[in-house]
């Protein structure tokens, strides 16, 4: 969370997979993080990128924090997201 502003730009949290449209009842962890919405439309077509849960879907993705997505893609949308909640 920025301290100037108090908003949030990336948040992990436990989900049920059942939550995110898949066919498990694990729980699974998963980081939210804002991004712009012709970016949140292509990374919906990858596998382990949701729509956000419990954040404006337009605005936010949820990504699946099993390793399945590179370090460095995460890196970067958390970036991003810090960048555009800044303000």
């Not at 694990?26 to 382990?48: E, F, H, M, T, Y």
């Not at 995460?74 to 997201?81: D, F, P």
Request: aromatic share 6%; proline share 5%.
């Amino acid at each position: 969370m920025h301290k100037h502003n108090n908003k949030w730009y990336a948040l992990v949290m436990e989900i049920n997979e059942k939550k995110l449209g898949l066919d498990g009842d694990r729980i699974i962890d998963v980081l939210n993080a804002k991004c712009g919405p012709l970016l949140i439309g292509s990374l919906r077509l990858k596998p382990d990128f949701f729509p956000a849960h419990h954040m404006n879907k337009d605005k936010w993705i949820s990504i699946a924090m099993d390793g399945s997505v590179p370090a460095a893609e995460i890196k970067k949308l958390v970036e991003l997201s810090y960048q555009l909640t800044h303000n």
